[in-house]
């Protein structure tokens, strides 16, 4: 028998599944193309450090995003109602659907910065957003799949 309060669970599952996948990918963004290959900041409309202030800025909120979800994860194993392949296509949806809105609103709309400064930054966009794509593709089939079906895979 099903206690009722599990009824929440499928969504407490996917949405600490997408509160650590962008915290994740906030995570990957920052420390690889930001710290590690200096191809740009948060913001590089101004100096370098207030470029190095913005990226602290999104660094922290990668890490909230990062934290919340796996104390969301946690209360679900404590629970013992963790649902693994949902929890996973949560992640891939929030990874691929903060990818995305980096890609597009970020990037080309509100021109914080682009991905690499290049003459020709047209292959950087497109690996860029149809990789964010195939995660949310992936994610959203997961979670369809995951979405009818009361048990949970500990």
Same mark, same amino acid.
């Given at each position: 028998?099903?206690? *009722?309060?599990?009824? =929440? #669970?499928?969504?407490?599952?996917?949405?600490?599944?997408? !509160?650590?996948?962008?915290?994740?990918?906030?995570?990957?963004? $920052?420390?690889?193309?930001?710290?590690?290959?200096?191809? =740009?900041?948060? #913001?590089?409309?101004?100096? %370098?450090?207030?470029?190095?202030?913005?990226? /602290?800025?999104?660094?922290?909120?990668?890490?909230?995003?990062?934290?919340? /979800?796996?104390? @969301?994860?946690?209360? @679900?194993?404590?629970?013992?109602?963790? +649902?693994? *392949?949902? +929890?996973?296509?949560?992640?891939? !949806?929030?990874?691929? @659907?903060?990818? !995305?809105?980096?890609?597009?609103?970020? =990037? *080309? !709309?509100?021109?914080?910065?682009?991905?690499? #400064?290049? $003459?020709?930054?047209?292959?950087?966009?497109?690996? +860029?957003?149809?990789?964010?794509?195939? @995660?949310?593709?992936? /994610?959203?089939?997961?979670?369809?799949? %995951?979405? *009818?079906?009361?048990?949970? $895979?500990?």
């Amino acid at each position: 028998m099903i206690d *009722k309060n599990q009824i =929440h #669970y499928p969504a407490r599952n996917l949405w600490s599944g997408f !509160l650590f996948g962008v915290g994740f990918v906030a995570f990957f963004d $920052e420390t690889v193309f930001h710290q590690l290959l200096h191809w =740009h900041h948060f #913001y590089d409309k101004s100096t %370098t450090n207030a470029g190095l202030v913005s990226d /602290g800025f999104f660094h922290a909120f990668s890490w909230f995003a990062t934290v919340g /979800g796996l104390f @969301l994860f946690a209360d @679900l194993r404590r629970r013992n109602a963790l +649902w693994l *392949k949902r +929890w996973f296509g949560g992640l891939l !949806l929030g990874a691929g @659907l903060f990818q !995305l809105y980096d890609g597009i609103i970020q =990037h *080309k !709309l509100m021109r914080l910065h682009q991905i690499r #400064y290049v $003459e020709n930054v047209l292959l950087y966009d497109l690996i +860029w957003n149809i990789s964010a794509v195939l @995660l949310i593709t992936i /994610g959203a089939f997961i979670v369809i799949r %995951t979405r *009818k079906g009361d048990s949970y $895979e500990h």
